[in-house]
């Protein structure tokens, strides 16, 4: 198995009972998969203790990894008024010899239009072992500066800054973007003064260096500006060069650390962690593997050998020695892999798991060399990549696997053949997704310009014969469009046209059809499109202008041209089940990724494994989108403690004793509107997917066509010829042209093989 020689114990927070004890029930780990706010904000070391501040919770690890929840003890901190009140750590620093947080308070008037207090601190942390809880003591206050601003009479409050970091004597604030000359927040830790600086242009990243100095990365290979490292004075402003990094990185570090002792700075770049001397760009060298990819915290120094550092889902501890134990490396290439990879290195820690993009990487080509360099690959199976290894042999079987043969044996008919070959299963999926690419229409808007459910289109050309008629319709509706009123005319027209082309492209690619567009029911179908006034299907639509137009509930009566999504949770009420015409049946598309085992690899039980944790990885509405004895109803992981957030409101009104009669009936309308709210609560929410949900989507399952790699092209037709298709939008080819140049390039293809 390949060798990393720097050791990276990754500390995913979720290795302890403590840690799984989260209000939410959510592992770490995987939290961030289901919102924004579960994630590692701030990190801080301190004597072998690792601090990770989250939005709700302070962790601290110990050597062995071992970690424990602190819930935030905020209450006697948060500003009380007629308005709300808001305690919120920010960040975490070690400020005379202790941990600290930079925190802040806020109190907003009752109607939010005024923010009534904004206080920033420093605040000493307070364990407190039998409680499980960190209280916060202020140790000092920092100055602030007016930055609230409004919006439509509501106000907010946006601090310039999204990371923070400490030296001897200041405490600076980076902005979250770089580049154009931002502002540096910087509080003295003496007596809390704020100085606000003007950053390098072209600054992307800044850390602490040496001297009073910050170290800079200048330049962004995706604004194509060359890369380099440059020592800063935020006192006389002065930037000077030290050193160029490697023109051939397509994109910046994603992160820096100088280690002041060693006179080295340590980066990440693309899965790897890089160490330079001297600021010596010849001297760079790859110590090994980097779990973090892209930090959101600054990193610190643990046990003056170690970095930590953290994305939105994984803590990692980094050692920096290059003699560090040697430990047994995966690599993996594609997408919808990081959820399976958290949970393989929290269970099997002894592994480094490094990602590939696979942009850059021509699979094919490495599989046919015999490449061992990557253990698994995660492709479309509509790609073409995808459909040489499956149909070469290039797979690994799964045979072995009780859990992966079981998986592959139970889904779809139409998926089982995309991942297995003979009988026997080569890949297994890793994401699916279920697509239409028929409108969606509004029943609301339909009725209020005369339409019932009758006048609801069924097939494709029905559909464009009815928008034909709308724009005599809607001269009586001025307020009524057709589309989205923000689109113009020939905007569409363009996404009009490639949902039938699409549409189209499915049903002739099906076996026994023309595969052509040279056919009477393409022509039947385009005669249609061609009748559309698309300029008249809306008041504010004029071609080749764009508009600003707002968009009004029930006031649009296709809301959506295209990609509607098929699911369990999807809202299909309203979208648009359309064949291309009478008699035939409407298609949707599966687009599904599946992984699969390099058979040239070194680590073949390895990546069985790894593919292993993927499966159990899928969430609940995969999981029904790929197996359709799938059925059973999905809890909703909230609804327990949303009913007892209500049943605390109701008793809190019912604590109350009001003192007039005036009072006592508001009480009494409050108390009822909060029961029937808890009443309906309770009968419609108890599953995020109910029976009835799983039911509906089994219902369309007849019409479900996998998406597939065909004559070497894309699986979307207004994909794979989107140049010629914009040129007959655009009114330079007529029809005929692009009949003429599709079929012909198509024909090639199938020649071609």
Excluded at 213 to 231: H, T
Excluded at 398 to 427: N, T
Excluded at 467 to 486: K, T, V, W, Y
Excluded at 688 to 702: G, K, N, P, Q, V
Aim: charged residues 20%; contains cysteine; hydrophobic residues 45%.
């Amino acid at each position: 198995m390949k060798r990393s020689f720097a050791m990276i114990l990754l500390l995913c927070l979720l290795l302890s009972p403590a840690a799984r004890a989260m209000e939410s029930e959510i592992p770490l780990s995987t939290a961030t998969e289901k919102t924004d706010f579960l994630g590692i904000s701030s990190v801080a070391c301190l004597e072998n203790t690792i601090y990770a501040l989250t939005y709700d919770a302070l962790y601290t690890l110990d050597e062995s990894g071992d970690s424990t929840r602190w819930k935030l003890d905020t209450a006697t901190l948060i500003p009380q008024g007629a308005g709300d009140g808001f305690f919120s750590p920010l960040a975490l620093l070690i400020f005379d010899g202790a941990p600290h947080a930079l925190a802040s308070r806020l109190l907003y008037s009752a109607d939010r239009s005024e923010i009534e207090l904004y206080e920033l601190g420093l605040y000493a942390l307070r364990l407190e072992e039998a409680a499980q809880t960190v209280e916060f003591e202020l140790t000092l206050p920092l100055e602030t500066d007016d930055w609230v601003s409004y919006d439509n009479g509501q106000a907010n409050l946006e601090l310039p800054a999204q990371r923070f970091f400490s030296t001897d004597d200041s405490l600076y604030g980076v902005p979250r973007f770089l580049g154009a000359g931002e502002s540096l927040l910087r509080f003295s830790l003496t007596d809390g003064t704020l100085e606000t600086i003007a950053t390098p242009q072209g600054a992307s990243q800044i850390l602490p260096y040496q001297e009073g100095k910050l170290l800079v990365q200048m330049g962004n290979p995706a604004m194509l500006q060359d890369m380099s490292l440059a020592e800063w004075s935020p006192d006389t402003g002065d930037v000077q060069t030290l050193c160029s990094l490697p023109a051939e990185w397509e994109e910046a570090p994603g992160y820096l650390y100088f280690h002041a002792a060693e006179n080295a700075v340590y980066l990440a770049y693309d899965g790897e962690l890089y160490r330079m001397q001297d600021m010596d760009a010849d001297s760079l060298t790859v110590l090994g593997f980097s779990s973090v990819r892209l930090a959101e915290t600054t990193p610190v120094l643990a046990d003056g050998n170690a970095l930590v550092v953290a994305d939105a889902q994984t803590l990692a501890k980094i050692p920096l020695d290059s003699s560090a134990q040697e430990r047994e490396q995966l690599v993996v290439c594609g997408l919808w892999l990081d959820d399976a990879r958290l949970a393989f290195l929290a269970s099997h820690p002894e592994i480094d798991v490094v990602t590939r993009e696979e942009s850059g990487i021509n699979v094919a080509q490495a599989l046919s060399t015999q490449d061992a360099s990557i253990d698994i690959y995660a492709l479309p199976v509509e790609s073409a990549d995808y459909k040489a290894a499956l149909s070469r042999g290039y797979m690994v079987s799964l045979s072995q696997s009780e859990a992966l043969s079981g998986l592959v044996a139970s889904l779809y008919p139409h998926l089982r053949e995309a991942v297995a070959k003979d009988g026997v299963p080569l890949a297994v999926p890793v994401f699916v997704q279920i697509n239409s690419n028929a409108p969606s229409y509004d029943p609301i808007a339909f009725e209020s310009i005369g339409l019932s459910q009758e006048d609801v289109p069924t097939t494709w050309l029905e559909f464009l014969r009815l928008a034909a008629r709308l724009p005599e319709i809607l001269r009586e509706f001025a307020d009524i469009s057709a589309f989205d009123p923000s689109m113009n005319a020939q905007t569409a027209r363009a996404f009009l046209l490639s949902s039938v082309l699409d549409a189209y492209w499915e049903d002739s690619a099906q076996p026994g059809n023309a595969q052509k567009l040279d056919t009477p029911l393409f022509r039947q179908l385009m005669e249609a499109f061609e009748a559309i006034d698309f300029a008249g299907l809306n008041a504010t639509g004029t071609v080749g202008e764009s508009t600003n137009a707002p968009f009004v509930e029930h006031r649009v009566l296709f809301p959506t041209l295209s990609g509607s999504r098929i699911a369990p949770s999807g809202n299909t009420e309203y979208a648009l089940f359309l064949s291309l015409s009478e008699g035939m049946e409407p298609v949707f598309l599966t687009h599904l990724t599946a992984a699969f085992v390099n058979p040239y690899s070194q680590n073949a039980q390895a990546a069985i494994a790894f593919l292993e944790t993927a499966v159990n990885a899928l969430d609940s509405e995969q999981r029904i989108c790929l197996l359709p004895e799938e059925n059973a109803p999905v809890p909703n992981p909230q609804y327990e403690a949303e009913l007892a957030r209500l049943d605390g409101q109701i008793a809190a009104m019912q604590a109350q004793s009001p003192e007039t009669d005036e009072e006592r009936l508001r009480l009494e309308q409050e108390l009822a509107a909060a029961r029937k709210q808890r009443e309906r609560y309770a009968q419609e929410n108890q599953f995020s997917l109910s029976t009835e949900d799983i039911a509906a989507f089994r219902a369309l399952d007849s019409h479900f066509v996998l998406a597939r790699h065909r004559f070497g092209l894309e699986s979307s037709l207004s994909s794979a010829f989107y140049p010629q298709i914009a040129l007959y939008t655009q009114g330079e080819w007529d029809l005929e042209r692009l009949i003429a140049e599709i079929d012909q390039r198509l024909a090639m293809a199938q020649m071609e093989g």
